[in-house]
């Protein structure tokens, strides 16, 4: 069935959006983008995915073309046009189509910025056998650019870690920086060791994370202790428990570092309690 998809005032069949060939989202990667989960039919933490889509945007001085209730707006309706139980909408806002290719930007009077939303489907997606079982993650280099914490869509060197990680017959890699743990290549990344959860600080060296910040919360309010710090990939391989956390993800164990098990191999108690905690809230939460 084809999707109804939203692009600049528009909903239109997914085969009939078309964005131009000097859009700087394509020819520079100049775009910011936001995936914000649906549960049953509902938007997960739609402001916090708001805010941070905001700050990306003041972050490269693009100015945000529509407001937050537009947004929530065009959500909820494409959520709606597509009968969307579970999934995500996916949103991507760039600096528009210039009339030529030029590294200056452009006047944003002339050029409007190009704004895309689309919905993904994923039926049963709070059932994953990902959650279950938990995945394996191999360690690589960080060889992203300085401003991680700015949502752009510079998309490739993730998305290479993501094909190393499967060559080696994983499911996701863990990005070191000066021997440090910096994040998954499209999530947070944790460990546990005896009851304390520890987490590498926010800084622009990581995407705040959305989930994150509802994880940590949760887990303090449930008096779970909580460390933000720097840690190791042989730190981690000797952990408790490790895991990661994502919009998409939710919250997900991590059983395998390099070929090393942690846990025995199999998930441990906190990181499937603090999924179930993160589900039961942000179903009651959403909107
Ligand atoms: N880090 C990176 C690099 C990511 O791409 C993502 C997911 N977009 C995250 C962390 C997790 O962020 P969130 O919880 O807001 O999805």
Sequence with gaps: ??????????YLPEGEAKV??????????????????????????????????ERSLNELDMRAPVTK?????????????????????????????????DFVYPDPDETPCTVVLFTQ?????????????????????????????????QLLYPSMGKMMAKAAGCDDAWLVEDGYVTEG??????????????????????????????????????????EERLFTIEEAQQADEAFI???TMFVCPVVEIDGAQIGGGAPGSIAPRLREIYLDEARKAAI
């Design 1 to 10: 069935m084809s999707r109804t998809v939203y692009v600049n005032g528009e």
């Design 20 to 53: 131009s060939i000097f859009d700087r989202g394509f020819l520079m990667a100049d775009g910011v983008y936001e995936v914000t989960s649906v549960l049953d039919g509902k938007l997960v933490d739609f402001d916090g995915h708001a805010i941070r889509l």
């Design 69 to 101: 209730d537009e947004l929530l707006n065009i959500h909820r309706e494409l959520v709606a046009k597509n009968d969307v139980v579970d999934g995500g909408v996916y949103l991507q806002i760039t600096r528009g189509a210039p009339a030529d290719r």
């Design 121 to 153: 489907s994923k039926p049963g997606i709070t059932e994953s056998p990902a959650a279950k079982n938990g995945i394996k993650v191999i360690s690589i280099e960080d060889q992203r650019w300085g401003r991680r914490d700015i949502k752009t869509v």
């Design 185 to 226: 290549t499209s999530n947070n990344a944790y460990i546990v060791k005896d009851g304390k959860i520890i987490t590498r600080q926010l800084s622009k060296d990581i995407l705040h994370g959305i989930t994150r910040a509802a994880v940590l919360r949760f887990a303090a309010e449930a008096q779970m202790e909580v």
């Design 245 to 247: 956390t994502s919009a």
